[in-house]
């Protein structure tokens, strides 16, 4: 029984809550409204702080407390994990107040919520390049703000992504065995991405590619490509001497160049027995 008292007293104080809360979000009195507004964002409930501070967004337009109403809004909006919305009054508040005191943390935000809003890897990185983007711009505008730090490790955290981004994609050509289009893409993501992580396997793959489309090429464009696979096995040994994919590739270049060899020798001897 002393349960059930303890429970019946707790849903009347819920109960009492919603009923003040809805007398609030029918209130005119807007100065009370905003009080009660800042009191639910402290409190952690974002939910009721965002929808008051959604309506106070008008009824402060052009007031010297509007920036302050888009600060509270945006971060209720962060709160409630909409990213967008909240990035979307950020760039609001920095493009309307650009002196107001809340300008610089906008500005960060703003990439911020970018980069909260970051697919996985294997998705479209448009939103990752605005992070990015929005991430270099607040540390050029702010460059001895205490934030530049926190910036710079989440600009490297998503240049990273983007690297597994361009590694992956070129990599599924690869996979698939669409060698053509595997050299192409593994050749961007090199030029791309000179210092990637994952220079090793990509050289690897491009070079094995490039071996592999010589193989299932018809005889006229055999040598240019085995050639070029030769010119690969050659740079890539020079920058990986101690490679685990040695003993593999060397199985490459030794065929390669025995097929060369074979061709030069046939064209050696159809031109002798032309003359």
């Keep these: 029984m002393r349960f059930l008292g303890i429970g019946f007293v707790l849903i009347l104080l819920v109960l009492s809550s919603c009923g003040d809360y809805n007398k609030i979000v029918k209130s005119t009195d807007y100065e009370f409204k905003y009080k009660k507004a800042v009191e639910y964002y402290e409190d952690g409930e974002y939910v009721r702080s965002g929808t008051l501070f959604k309506e106070l967004v008008n009824i402060y337009r052009g007031t010297t407390r509007a920036d302050k109403i888009y600060y509270y809004y945006a971060k209720s909006m962060i ?149 070029s696979a030769l010119d690969e096995y050659f740079s890539f040994i020079d920058e990986f001497p101690d490679s685990k994919y040695k003993k593999e590739i060397e199985k490459y270049y030794e065929k390669a160049s025995e097929i060369l060899h074979y061709q030069a020798e046939q064209e050696q001897q159809e031109e002798t027995n032309i003359n």
């Design 79 to 227: 709160g409630q994990k909409d990213y967008l919305m909240a990035g979307h009054y950020f760039r609001s508040l920095v493009k309307e107040f650009p002196r107001s005191e809340y300008t610089e943390e906008a500005q960060f935000m703003i990439g911020y919520c970018s980069y909260l809003l970051s697919p996985k890897p294997r998705l479209d990185q448009q939103v990752t390049q605005e992070a990015i983007d929005a991430m270099q711009l607040y540390i050029n505008l702010y460059p001895y703000s205490e934030r530049v730090d926190e910036a710079n490790r989440l600009i490297d955290e998503m240049e990273d992504k983007l690297v597994f981004k361009s590694y992956l994609s070129a990599k599924l050509y690869y996979d698939f065995e669409n060698f053509k289009a595997a050299v192409v893409a593994l050749t961007n993501s090199l030029e791309k991405y000179p210092d990637s992580k994952y220079r090793e396997d990509l050289k690897y793959m491009l070079l094995k590619s490039k071996y592999l489309l010589a193989t299932r090429s018809i005889f006229q464009k055999q040598e240019g490509r085995y050639s």
